[in-house]
């Protein structure tokens, strides 16, 4: 079960916290979650699971509030389209076995959160909704095989250049951190080189939450402008 706190009035987007510990299963694609690793895939096929244990109650408050004035900064009526229908506030929030902190279930139409100390490091709750919503974002718009092939997008990096083997690896490597901008011409972060959904979900990210950051990267680096300009363009058409 679940109790729902009562959204902002701007805003169709139900909060919820799970009061028990929760394992959700549902059935969506896993072709690209595994890149490093194809038996996890395979011993999964498409079964999907997220554990959601109940939010800590001494941050829950306080993070309720910083998701929905975030939420707030989107027009209502855009959930229904992508496919969110509720935020639920959890603690231990795994993904497929792997920790997490923040991830949407777009087959359950839910995005998980964890209930974490915001204080620790200011700004990251933030930057990781926008992150998330991103990819939701990304889905509706590509579907879930092109969103991750995206030739349009790939056509704006150095011929050259190859993704890594996915956000996956990436946080299991501990080189996800989002402070890291040390991405090299063309890229906003070391964590956007991981994959192409994940190269689009850090500038989408980077510019909602740190628009100077991403105007300065971004002034001198065409590719990235680019990139920019094209995620401009498609949510315009939303």
Known sequence: ACSTIPPHSSNHLRISSSDKDRDFHYTGSNKYNFRSDPSRQSKLGNQ?????????????????TLIQDELDRYPAELWAKVGLDEVILCTGLMFQGQRRFLGPA????????????VREDPGYLQYALHH???????RYQLGDE???EDPSWQSLNAPAFHYG???DAAIERKDAGWKNRQGGAGFISLYSRS??????????AT??????????QSGSDERLR???????????TM
């Open 165 to 167: 083997d996915g956000g």
């Open 48 to 64: 999907k699971n997220v554990i959601c244990g109940a939010p800590t109650e001494k941050w829950k408050n306080e993070v309720q």
């Open 132 to 138: 998330e919503l991103f990819h939701v974002f990304d």
């Open 146 to 148: 092109k969103m991750y």
């Open 226 to 236: 680019a990139k920019a300009n094209l995620i401009r363009d498609r949510l315009e």
């Open 207 to 216: 510019g909602v939450t740190q628009p100077n950051a991403l105007i300065k």
């Open 106 to 117: 777009v087959g359950l139409r839910k995005l998980f959160v964890e209930t974490l100390d």
């Open 195 to 204: 994959a192409v959904e994940e190269d689009k979900a850090e500038i989408f």
